[in-house]
């Protein structure tokens, strides 16, 4: 996948540090380089980057690059505030799982909370949300489908803002 605009040089930084901190980790995304799920987030995002105003949406765009970072590699709050700044650090680190055995556990209420006191980071998660089960949708093998339904009644109480309806329009689509 790729974007059908210009990304702008923020964008670009994002996305750059994202490639490279997952590829360093040899971190794959089923059997795909990770960068597949990120493109499809981002390509997700650009759908609906309307919802956003044009102020804040590099650094939205620039947070579903880096959305994982902080959660599947060595990268930490301070390496991400560093090199894509505050903002995109905020979303980034609001969207990281917390610790946990299971998925419950990782996705707990605090983890929902967090993302909840970053406006933007809502967008995001949603985003990767539709972008996992698009993918999932379409590997018939890939159980995780089910689990993103048996999870989505929880998702959608926990995250669910005005601002974002048409998102989660969208995912009620997947159920």
Known sequence: M??????SKLVRICRDYAIESHSSTNHLYDDHPYSY???????????????????????VLGACWAHD?????????????????????????????????????????????????????IFVKCCDRIANMQYSLSKSQNGMIATYRAEYEHFRLMLIHPDFKELFDYL????
């Open 69 to 121: 970072v902080i959660e599947d590699t060595r990268a930490t709050y301070n390496d991400v505030k560093n090199a894509l700044g505050l903002e995109v650090a905020e979303m980034v680190y609001a969207l990281t799982n917390e610790k946990g055995r299971t998925r419950s556990e990782r996705a707990n209420a605090q983890y929902y909370a967090v993302i909840r006191e970053n406006y933007w980071a």
């Open 37 to 59: 799920h990120l493109e499809m987030v981002v390509a997700t995002a650009e759908k609906f980057i309307q919802i956003i105003d044009a102020g804040h949406r590099d650094r």
């Open 172 to 175: 009620d689509t997947f159920m």
């Open 2 to 7: 790729t974007s059908v605009q210009t990304p």
